[in-house]
């Protein structure tokens, strides 16, 4: 994932959507400390609004944890993370009108996904790259159907169930 960061344009936002207790968001922004980087997530476990029938994982799944737990686990982050609680992507309202360069994605619902896709690629820099964590994982069968459907073209990572694409 910091590889591919790495390749990111130099303006415009860091995202991830899909934060849990915040290990990948923490690694992004002690990587890059001088991003900013926005955290998405419900901090109440994956949301039934975004459940379908095809998911492995259920409602509720990964609600051990919370926002001030994750605030807490960033604490040496400099304030260069701000978390957005609520469901994705209602609780982007605040941000609909800035840019990004790298987004991760780690929503494991295709609906999720597919809300994320269809947000965040019209806010996509040229040369701005979303990651999706899960892809090709049994459990997770609506990333890889999100990133087809959408018809866009796409690559693994090299990193087991992790594909990215980049905007032309």
Aim: charged share 20%; aromatic share 14%.
């Amino acid at each position: 994932m910091v590889a591919l960061a790495k390749k990111a344009p130099d303006s415009g936002y860091f995202a991830e959507v899909g934060v849990y207790k915040g290990g990948s968001l923490k690694h992004l922004a002690l990587s890059f400390p001088e991003r900013f980087i926005l955290g998405f997530d419900s901090f109440e476990g994956l949301p039934s609004e975004q459940w379908s029938e095809m998911e492995v994982h259920t409602p509720g799944e990964f609600s051990d944890t919370s926002m001030e737990a994750v605030i807490s686990f960033l604490n040496e982050c400099n304030n260069s993370v701000r978390l957005l609680k609520g469901i994705f992507p209602g609780s982007a309202e605040s941000v609909k009108d800035c840019k990004f360069s790298f987004i991760h994605i780690d929503t494991d619902f295709y609906l999720s996904v597919k809300a994320c896709i269809e947000w965040f690629w019209p806010r996509l820099l040229t040369g701005g790259i979303m990651v999706f964590d899960d892809y090709g994982w049994p459990n997770c069968p609506g990333v890889q159907k999100a990133l087809v459907e959408f018809g866009k073209p796409f690559k693994t990572t090299g990193a087991k169930y992790q594909a990215f694409m980049m905007k032309n």
